[in-house]
């Protein structure tokens, strides 16, 4: 509900009030629909040759502030120099538009020339061919030194389209004897075209073929026509699960190839020819239907949409201090490729889920927790990240639409400093980190707080309320008082939850009637909330006559927090 959040921090005591929620009705409809991700402007898109000033050493002084001074609001990373470029051809700059078109044809040339024999579909082999076809009436006397040149013609054709070599060459020696012997019968003429083709040639009579012999046109049909059919058929090739040159989808992953190569079309190609040599070489098809067990459940999954609609990915390395999980996974070269194989397989998993039409979302969100993460010690880890990160780098270009680490402790800047070799100047340009202390806040810029899961700050989570139950965000100012209202006019079960980042406030909630002789009712009486990790309050009260429920956050730190709530009522009869 963007009309309902407060940007700015409201003054001590501030009120607010919530318009009336109809019963046995979620939320109203404008407002859930205000807090759906926007559509990126294209307007807003940058161009692919815009260059990013920020350095390696800049972006490791942010990680370094962002750290150090985690508690500075003003130091938390932005990721300002990214924009997502659009997947419309449409949209490109000119010299990117003909990029795109000299990729094709580059691509087309290697379909038609079958390059990709070893990781394409198969094609069909040619029927055998028919022997037993009827011979047709022969040119008089009088056309044989036409004949015989046609005779030679076909010789040639047949020996073009894999025919029997015995019979082309017996073909080339008997028209070579024609031609030393120009007396010779009709009959032989016959006999020599018929050991050339057992075509069907096209039923005319004798007349018309003496008269025009060097007009005549083979009439292809039945399995010489299929036979011709399937032998200029051009390769086709899939990438997950898009068939290449088939249809405008194939446009968007051309564009992350050639994105990923700067528009620079020969290494783009050779990036794509050597990433579908991988894919065959390891069994992608193959891979993505292997079981590998529920271990790593807990380490990489997907959970709900950012704010532009991308699907988000959750990294939780802290899953790794489980010395047994450690050791399962990475004790020795086997378990680390098998570790590879699964973190491939979940990426192609996700990835078949994109929308890959032009203007479609076809990258992921990654977030990655760095809270508990094995330190530098841990070689093991540190080799299987290296290794995963080449392999994502060279064989899937542009799937991350932004890249945001979170809880980033001190040693995470020599990590960085490992890495960042590893990484082109556009993919850092997707970087951001925050602090523990700003993690919340940062995930808050880019995905909605009812689509962050609780242990992250947010209210994604099983129970009363879902995804789409939009979430109000609100700035309480230190050492001040904030209320929140629900007024409701009629009978019913009022439901809320509650929470607010980092907690250490007070809560209360009351029920104040509208009528002059009714009494206020507690509900929750005022009692201090720690900050217990994902702790959220959820509250409800049946109300009997109107009035209004009154929540109160009172923050006496001297810190901001942010106090995010929703609520829902029913019918008092459910």
Known sequence: MADQVQVGAPPADKVVVVPDVPLAEKPPVAAVAAKEPPPVPESEEEPVKQKHVEGEEALETK????VADGDDEEKVPQSGHYKEESTRVADLLENEKKA???????????LNKHEFGGFAMPQQQPPPKDDSAKEEPKPKAEAVTETVAETKEESIAQAETGDDEEKVATATVRSDAVEDDGAKTVEAIEDTIVSVSASVQPEQPPEAASKEPSDAKPNVEGKDAETVSNKVLPQEVSIWGIPLLADERSDVIL?????????????AFTMLQNTLRWRKELGIDELVEQDFGNDLEKVVFMHGFDKEGHPVCYNVYGEFQNKELYQK???DEEKRQNFLRWRIQFLEKSIRKLDFSPGGICTIVQINDLKNSPGLTKWELRQATKQALQLLQDNYPEFVA?????????????VNKMISPFLTQRTRSKFVFAGPSKSAETLFRYIAAEQVPVRYGGLSKDGEFGNTDAVTEITVKPAAKHTVEFPVTEACLLTWEVRVVGWEVNYGAEFVPSGEDSYTIIIQKSKKVGCSEGEVVCDNFKVGEPGKVVLTIH???SKKKKLLYRLKTMPASA
């Open 63 to 66: 990680i370094s502030d962002a």
């Open 329 to 331: 996974t990475f004790s």
């Open 255 to 267: 564009l992350k190839f050639l994105r990923a190569r700067d528009f620079k079309v020969k290494e």
């Open 402 to 414: 932004r890249q945001v680490f979170i809880n980033v402790p001190w040693w995470y800047l020599a």
């Open 555 to 557: 923050n006496p730190t």
């Open 100 to 110: 795109v078109e000299e990729l094709k044809v580059l691509f087309r040339e290697a």
